[in-house]
């Protein structure tokens, strides 16, 4: 029982980490997709005085990435019904061109009113329409649960690793016999820790295997069945093979940082 205890003393708090780090690529991926989908639905409306063409919008500003003619046939209709031809075509000949403007991203709202300035700076341009209080506060949101995300895997990873640090300390004072037997006969550092290494890295492989288990049960059993609208469009982003690689190479990276700390910190031969 005591082995098992010291060696989930040790996983649990690494799989921590690595669920945070996971959940991290996998919030990451599906948020692209929804910013993409905001993206795609945001548009701005702008009223020219000549026709424009999608080049003419982009020489005002880069991020501009397409323009949609709005007919002007279509805003009138309900103006012009009843009204003979000859009239009908004064008054579309009056007025001005409309279009709707898409973006190559999803800006924060500073930028959005960059783009009204320098489209608006153009002689050609009557009027442009953001509608940026509903954009900024769904931009608002989006990024308000982005950063608590991160705040809170990186505060968990920090205290993770803390209790890493002192399961990797009680190790060493488990061995600290054998390691000071070896250092009075000359051996290396390397080689009288050798065990912390070997006993960590055995115990960064089970915390890997377990982590992406988790997540492949996730992606295949539970998010079909969750009726978790989001999930279930983004399933396939939900665990990918190259996450085991990033799992696994983070999870050697710390516990050969925490094997490291304790053993320089604490090297010499204890009287």
Not at 147 to 155: A, R, S, V
Not at 215 to 227: D, V
Not at 256 to 265: A, H, P, T
């Amino acid at each position: 029982m005591k082995f098992i205890k010291n060696h989930l003393m040790f996983i649990l708090p690494l799989m921590a980490i690595l669920l945070g780090i996971e959940f991290f690529l996998v919030f990451d991926r599906t948020t692209d997709s929804y910013e993409k989908g905001l993206k795609e639905g945001y548009t701005m409306f702008v009223v020219s005085k000549k026709p424009m063409t999608l080049n003419d919008f982009k020489a005002l500003n880069a991020h501009i990435a397409s323009s949609e003619k709005i007919k002007r046939e279509a805003v009138v209709s309900d103006i012009v019904k009843g009204i003979n031809n000859s009239n009908k075509k004064e008054i579309l000949k009056a007025l001005p061109y409309f279009y709707n403007i898409g973006l190559d991203s999803y800006l924060h709202t500073s930028e959005l009113d960059k783009i009204k300035n320098d489209l608006e700076s153009s002689n050609d341009i009557q009027r442009v329409e953001t509608f940026g209080s509903s954009y900024s506060s769904a931009y608002r949101l989006f990024a308000f649960i982005k950063f608590t995300l991160k705040l809170f895997i990186g505060f968990m990873g920090v205290v993770s690793l803390l209790l890493i640090i002192k399961q990797m300390e009680i190790w060493k004072y488990a061995h600290k016999r054998r390691m000071q037997v070896m250092e009075i006969f000359g051996a290396p550092l390397m080689l009288r820790s050798g065990v912390l290494f070997k006993v960590a890295i055995a115990d960064a492989i089970v915390a890997t295997l377990i982590t992406a288990m988790i997540f492949l049960y996730i992606k295949f059993e539970w998010a079909a069945k969750s009726g978790i609208d989001i999930m279930m469009k983004n399933q396939e982003d939900l665990f990918r093979l190259s996450d085991l690689a990033i799992l696994l190479g983070s999870a050697l990276i710390i516990v050969l940082i925490s094997v490291y700390s304790v053993v320089f910190s604490s090297s010499g031969v204890e009287e």
